[in-house]
């Protein structure tokens, strides 16, 4: 059995989502299965060095999870040929110099979305990369989520028939840091414009993946953006002032003529199965895909349901719902990317999920921020 090393050069994974999923539920959680076995001959492990700018969160790091490699010098980890892949989760706006350096010495890209907040450089970073024959790709992990996956499976079995709408409620509540015991659970550039923040820039770049990749290409956006809450305190202890929207009201116009409405708000709180709840109704039956769940009603069990609200209501409208059962052990959706992304770089194997893809995703958020602005139904020109 060869066990062939691949070096990875993991940027700004002393934020959250470098950390969390990236360095620990993916890299590390490989590492210690024994690394991604690929055939009979051959076993993929990965040789992670972590880089950023601060040496003694690198160092707290690597102690914390026994990593042996870090360093502030990215460029001389980048004229290491023994490194064949850069991954950057450093901030959206901190992306493009990082990938620039990267493509420069030949690596190939991997990046946490939004790849960028303007479609023109995200479509320039792609650019970059296949004009250099390099291999690259972004995070797309909602797609490996145990909830979407089981609501593809229905699909394909052709469970819902024709379907007919689709409802996305995604949010929580986000403390705002001024109550001493409800710290902030997100860091705080997500508030602010000026630093790339912007649920709209957040979460329109996973939808359009998710709509596109579950539903159909999408055409065209209208789109509402609030920023409900103008004033929070930072992870410092520190009041600022919230630029950035964090709530949207979308609606999203498929190429097949399916039209998505989506809601998205950092400050709502949850009374429904998960964060993410999405309803699809067809004409042979409607689902509810969370994070996890995914729960069906077939056409055959809906109930007869009658308008009077002078009564409480004889039937419970929770009671008809089955939840899909898990079939196979569904592993960190991160985790799969990785591998699908080692898989790309070792064997060739295709890999759709490009940065052409991430700018789409770019793509949708700047033209629901325009149809904010312009108050109108704005058109998606094809990046392809
Ligand atoms: N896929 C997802 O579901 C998902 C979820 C949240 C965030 N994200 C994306 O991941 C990225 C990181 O988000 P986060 O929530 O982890 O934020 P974060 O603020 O916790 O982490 C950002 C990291 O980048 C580092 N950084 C910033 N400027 C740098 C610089 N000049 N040089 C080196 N390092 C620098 C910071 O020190 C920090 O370690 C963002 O682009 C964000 O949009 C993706």
Not at 258 to 276: A, Y
Request: glycine share 8%; proline share 3%.
């Amino acid at each position: 059995m060869e066990v062939r090393k691949i070096g990875i050069i993991m940027n700004g994974v002393t934020g959250r989502m470098g950390t969390n999923q990236h360095l620990e539920r993916s890299i590390l959680a490989l590492i210690k299965q024994g690394g991604l076995k690929v055939s009979d001959d051959l076993t993929i492990m990965p040789d992670p060095v972590l880089t950023g700018r601060n040496i003694n969160k690198l160092k707290a790091l690597s102690e914390k999870y026994g990593v042996e490699k870090y360093t502030t010098d990215l460029q001389s980890v980048l004229d290491d040929p023994q490194y064949e892949i850069f991954f950057d989760s450093s901030g959206t706006l901190q992306r493009k110099q990082f990938v620039e350096m990267a493509v420069k010495a030949g690596k190939a890209i991997y990046c946490e979305k939004p790849t960028a907040v303007s479609a023109k450089e995200a479509i320039y970073l792609s650019k970059l990369c296949t004009d250099a024959g390099l291999k690259n790709g972004v995070v797309q992990d909602k797609l490996w989520l145990p909830g979407l996956r089981k609501f593809s499976m229905l699909k394909e079995q052709g469970f819902f028939g024709e379907i007919l709408s689709v409802k996305g409620d995604f949010g929580y509540w986000v403390y705002t840091g001024e109550v001493e015991d409800q710290p902030v659970q997100r860091p705080s550039w997500n508030y602010r414009n000026e630093d790339g923040g912007g649920i709209i820039i957040d979460m329109h770049c996973h939808w359009r993946y998710v709509i596109d990749n579950l539903f159909g290409e999408v055409k065209a956006v209208s789109c509402r953006a609030a920023t409900l809450i103008d004033q929070r305190v930072d992870e410092n202890g520190n009041p600022y002032s919230c630029t950035a929207d964090d709530t949207a009201y979308a609606t999203f116009e498929l190429e097949n003529g399916l039209h998505i409405n989506f809601i998205s708000s950092w400050n709502t709180r949850v009374r429904k199965d998960d964060l993410l709840s999405i309803q699809v109704d067809g004409t042979k039956g409607s689902a509810i895909i969370g994070l996890r769940k995914c729960l069906v009603q077939d056409h055959s069990i809906t109930p007869k349901a009658v308008w009077n609200p002078d009564v409480d209501s004889p039937i419970n409208y929770f009671d008809q719902w089955h939840e899909v059962p898990d079939s196979i052990a569904y592993d960190n959706a991160f985790k799969i990317q990785w591998e699908k992304f080692l898989r790309h770089v070792v064997l060739d194997e295709p890999f759709r999920w490009t940065l052409l893809e991430g700018a789409k995703g770019v793509q949708l958020a700047e033209e629901s921020l325009r149809s904010h602005d312009e108050k109108r139904w704005i058109e998606l020109t094809d990046l392809t």
